[in-house]
């Protein structure tokens, strides 16, 4: 079922104008940076020039566009998926949930130990060409040193204006009881990467206390069984917070900027309240007791140069964190120099996978766990 209606992501001839002036104005913003860069003082800029560049045309592209521009210029995660398996020569496959929504394979179907992957981009956006690639890239190293083989079953949720809090959480909730009880996977672990780490952390907020909204389907666990591990990859777990330095001292050198940001948080709740599933930074005392109770082990990861950093910390080194008895199951790693999903994004932006410290670290941590 696509999330998003073609009719309403289709541009008018007006419209078709404006993205024309987008990209001149995105294109003359990063040559501004370009050529600037060398005289700007080094708190404003990436000590790697190239990346640099790269994330201000990130910045620069969401900064200036419009929520209907956006829609227009990405494409829907089924069709992103089917032109990878086209490119790569590979048999698509995928799962199709009760209520319409599809979630894809990257890796064997038969594989022993799955990772439900749930991509970010501000809760709005459908996941983007390095989504897909940098999950290939996990499979394709880890899954012959797994026993049993590794797998992605990557989740095509609801976006923006058509998929509001909580469609995502429940969507998750359908997949990994899907994955547990239908598919009967022994092996599974739950990731995301800003907004879909944020989902993550809600399925397991939902696990601990269930969801109040009727549309989330409540996860029976009577086996008591864990969810094996939990990648969390420059978590967005305070959407509405505006107070963390990180937000402002990093602006300049990351690919996000606070302004869209609360664009997307605010389409995404359309005026519903703020809770500890949406918000997990905002969590009462108490709410993640327990909580080692239903996952064995996580990873945070965030870059030093994300605007995110100190939300995510508060977040790892917080009531969660501190649930863990032993450290080794509760790893929290600041990759410096490095912005936000760097080690997603970096790759496609012309870095090799292995000078990106942020994606070694999730590889040989994915490694340690399966």
Known sequence: MPPRPADQVRLSLFEKVKLVLFYAVVI????????????????????????????????????????????????D?????????????????????????????????????????????????????????FSARLVDTLSPCTAGGFSILFLQYDVG???????????????????????????????????????????LSHMLHPHPDASVPRIDNEEKKRIKGALLVSPWTDPFGASYASLKRNEPKDLLAPAFLR???????????QDAYNRPNAAPEGWWRGVDGVLERFLVVVGADDVLLDGALEFARGGFGKEWRDERDAVVKVVEDEGHISGIMDPDLGFEPEEVRMYVQIRDWLKAVV
């Open 161 to 203: 204006p058509w998929g509001p809090y909580p469609r995502q959480l429940a969507q998750a909730a359908a997949l990994y009881a899907h994955a547990v009880s239908t598919l009967r996977i022994p092996n599974v672990l739950v990731g995301g990467d800003s907004a879909g780490a944020n989902i993550a952390v809600a399925l």
């Open 263 to 273: 664009r997307w948080a605010d389409a995404w709740i359309a005026g519903r309240a």
């Open 28 to 75: 003359t913003k990063t040559c501004r940076t370009a050529l600037t860069a060398p005289f700007a003082a080094p708190e404003k800029r990436s000590r790697v020039f190239k990346r640099h560049v790269a994330y201000a045309m990130v910045r620069h592209c969401f900064t200036h566009s419009s929520p209907r521009i956006e829609q227009a210029i990405t494409t």
């Open 77 to 133: 995660t089924d069709e992103l998926y089917y032109e990878w398996a086209r490119k790569t020569k590979v048999a698509p496959a995928r799962e199709a949930l009760p209520d319409g929504t599809e979630a894809f394979w990257i890796g064997s179907k038969d594989a022993k130990t799955v990772l439900l992957y749930f991509h970010g981009g501000g809760f709005n956006l459908p996941a983007l060409p390095a989504h897909i690639n």
